[in-house]
């Protein structure tokens, strides 16, 4: 396998079966994966039921160590938003874990539920989002979350890619159907996380892989 350069791209190519693997784009030492600029995604709230946040798995979402911080300030905004077994549970458990592998995370309720959901009739929600809509905080929610469902990698610099969930198929169908991309719909949390500058160069990327099309 060799990289190639090109427009802001590597190319990954494997010589021995003379085809490509996957593309990667390049802006501002960030590494974009191929459907990150690509793919047509658009929360559709009703039909997934606020799933991200309840997405089964050992830990919840992914967090900087600085975001413990902002957590521990938020909570008791957060708390009026949350039921008695989340409060419970966090009371005797804490809110967040650290992996063997250094990774921290929120902690989940039966491998499912973050610990900061509450539940609008049956859709899952973000109490500390619900706390800063309010008015109550500055923190609106970790950026792991805000960004999904692109993740971010380390990769000599930052590295951008979409992670694919079953329960996010209304999703893709909504974008597809109101000609939504990705980065579009996340305009805020990239800007957030990267600035202006960058996310109008991502934007450009995607008019010109629209263009060439």
Partial sequence: MFWVLTYNTYIAFDSWHNYFLYIVYSID???????????????????????????????????????????????PKAKKYLSQRNLDFIAANGFWEEDAEGDIATKTINNRDCVFVYYDG???????EKAYLEDDLEFQKPISCHLFPIRVGEFGGPY????????????????????VK????????MIRAYGKETY???????YHLESVE
């Avoid at 969930?165 to 169908?173: E, G, N, Y």
């Avoid at 990705?182 to 805020?188: A, D, K």
């Avoid at 109008?200 to 995607?206: A, N, P, R, W």
């Fill in 29 to 75: 030492n960030i590494l974009l994966d191929e459907a990150v600029p690509n793919v047509n995604f658009l929360c559709d709230l009703p039909k997934c039921k606020g799933a991200c946040c309840t997405v089964e798995g050992d830990t919840g979402a992914p967090l900087a160590t600085n975001e413990i911080q902002e957590l521990e300030k938020a909570l």
């Fill in 122 to 128: 049956d859709i899952a929600k973000c109490s500390i």
């Fill in 160 to 179: 951008l890619y979409y992670e694919k969930f079953d329960v996010c198929k209304p999703a893709i169908r909504n974008g597809q159907n109101q000609k």
């Fill in 182 to 189: 990705l980065v579009e719909m996340l305009r805020e949390p």
């Fill in 200 to 206: 109008s160069k991502i934007k450009e990327l995607v």
